[in-house]
């Protein structure tokens, strides 16, 4: 069983950066199989994908606000994934979720992975 823990999460004012981070665990997991995402869920709106990480060749994708303004990065030593964003808005507040899955490519839909986190809150004020 794949056990996922997000952390980093918190308020911060328009412009500044933060960096989640998201912590795999299990008996004999390891990062190394898994493809990785990072998504996100407004209050009222649909869960989407901000970047993924494929399990493959660590090849890395990005989809609306992930584009430009955010970097995933994987360290398998440590089964840990990051996610560093930056120039937060007020449009970017919502609860950002880690997942996983042991596929080849790109990620693009929460369907594709199999195990989630609980999420972390990140909160940007004007």
């Known amino acids: 069983q794949v056990l996922l823990v997000e952390s980093g999460g918190g308020l911060v004012q328009a412009g500044e950066s933060l960096r989640l981070s998201c912590a795999l665990s299990g008996r004999g997991e390891m990062l190394s199989v898994y493809t990785m995402g990072w998504f996100r869920q407004a209050p009222g709106k649909e869960r989407t994908l901000v970047a993924s990480s494929s399990r493959s060749n660590g090849a890395t994708h990005y989809a609306g606000f992930g584009r430009g303004r955010c970097t995933i990065s994987r360290d398998n030593a440590k089964n840990t994934v990051y996610l560093q964003m930056n120039n937060l808005q007020p449009d970017d507040t919502a609860v950002y979720y880690c997942?996983?899955?042991?596929?080849?490519?790109?990620?693009?839909?929460?369907?594709?992975?199999?195990?989630w986190g609980q999420g972390t809150q990140v909160t940007v004020s004007s």
């Open positions: 997942a996983a899955g042991p596929f080849l490519g790109a990620g693009w839909a929460a369907s594709d992975y199999s195990f």
